[in-house]
């Protein structure tokens, strides 16, 4: 039985107050305002029609510099064979890379605008869970945002990586998890987790600096009612932005089951919440196009495409003041996209 050493753990930072609506609010500048606006005009203007042409042209878009080479040497670590992990981005495992190799499927999202390191990976499989808290400790990992169910319509989408009882503990070749309790509210099921080295492990200077070893408190935020490939209900716009607030203080780990339709979105909404503060024009097509340069086929399907778009625009419209003009055609956009989820 291996005991969990006493020690002095430094929680996430985020605060339990959320500030969504410094995005969408009088406390933006008047630049970041004027973003808003004009990106609720212009895609209002595009239309539902518009916006399902552009992901079109999109999902044509491929890097064409990018390899796969670590991807296709270890097929069996891979949860599906047409999801691809680009050889540039991918995260290199240390902790216990001569036993258990390097590769796990996972890639950095970098971008200029980000607050902090995203990681973006597929649903771990039952014989890659190791691999997965290897990754979330060497990373430093605090947050965890989980976006999908383990079996979704009869099909297995992720493993049950994490113990689930308060005070339930799993234990790994190099680490040890622990449940120290759970909390469940409007947004997601948060999971409080320990995560430290296996005494019985030696931990060599080449895997792991010696800052890097002491024991992690990481939260697990479980959202699972977005559906594969699919988008959540209309009232749900909300809910992304909130989590996104919880996780973005501290490095974080995405997935949902192949990483990318999900996960894709997601990121997608934090860089375009980051140029809102900055005042930079968003555009969806082009953040989708960097980041599938960092993750590979990110933004799975037209319809996720339109979701983000959605929440951004509804959003907006719930806290930002916009003319009487804009005002309507939002409203007229936000009707063609429920007609359009209900066919």
């Known amino acids: 039985m291996f005991l969990f050493f006493e020690a002095k753990i430094v929680k996430p930072s985020y605060s339990s107050r959320y500030s969504i609506e410094r995005y969408f609010s009088g406390d933006c500048s008047d630049r970041s305002l004027k973003v808003l606006a004009e990106f609720v005009e212009r895609i209002t203007e595009k239309g539902v029609d518009g916006i399902i042409k552009e992901y079109r042209r999109l999902d044509n878009f491929y890097d064409t510099t990018a390899t796969y080479e670590a991807f296709r040497a270890n097929m069996a670590k891979n949860r599906y064979s047409d999801v691809v992990c680009t050889d540039s981005t991918r995260v290199k495992l240390k902790l216990g890379e001569e036993q ?21 990976t597929q649903g771990p499989l039952q014989s890659t869970i190791h691999d997965f808290w290897r990754m979330v400790f060497q990373e430093r990992i605090e947050s965890i945002l989980m976006l999908c169910k383990q079996c979704e319509d009869g099909r297995p989408k992720c493993s049950t990586y994490w113990p689930e009882a308060s005070g339930e503990v799993s234990t790994f070749d190099t680490l040890i998890v622990k449940n120290t309790g759970e909390e469940v509210d ?158």
């Not at 258990?100 to 973006?120: E, M, R």
């Not at 809102?276 to 980041?291: C, H, M, P, W």
């Open 100 to 120: 258990f190799g390097d590769y796990i499927h996972a890639n950095y999202v970098t971008s200029p605008l980000l607050t902090t390191k995203f990681i973006c």
């Open 186 to 343: 409007e947004f997601a099921t948060t999971t409080s987790l320990m995560v430290e080295l296996n005494p019985a492990y030696t931990v060599s200077d080449g895997e792991l600096p010696a800052e890097k070893r002491k024991p992690l408190f990481v939260r697990l935020f479980r959202w699972t009612t977005w559906p594969d490939r699919g988008v959540p209900d209309h009232n749900s716009c909300r809910i992304p932005l909130h989590l996104l607030d919880r996780v973005r203080s501290a490095p974080c780990v995405v997935h949902c089951s192949a990483g990318i339709g999900r996960t894709g979105s997601i990121l997608a909404l934090e860089i375009a919440l980051q140029k809102v503060v900055a005042g930079s024009k968003i555009e969806f097509e082009q953040i989708a196009r960097e980041l599938r340069c960092a993750r590979a086929q990110c933004i799975q399907t037209e319809v996720q495409y339109l979701y983000i778009h959605r929440v951004m625009i509804e959003n907006a419209m719930l806290h930002i003041n916009l003319s009487d003009a804009t005002r309507t055609t939002g409203q007229r956009f936000l009707r063609e996209y429920d007609d359009k989820m209900r066919k």
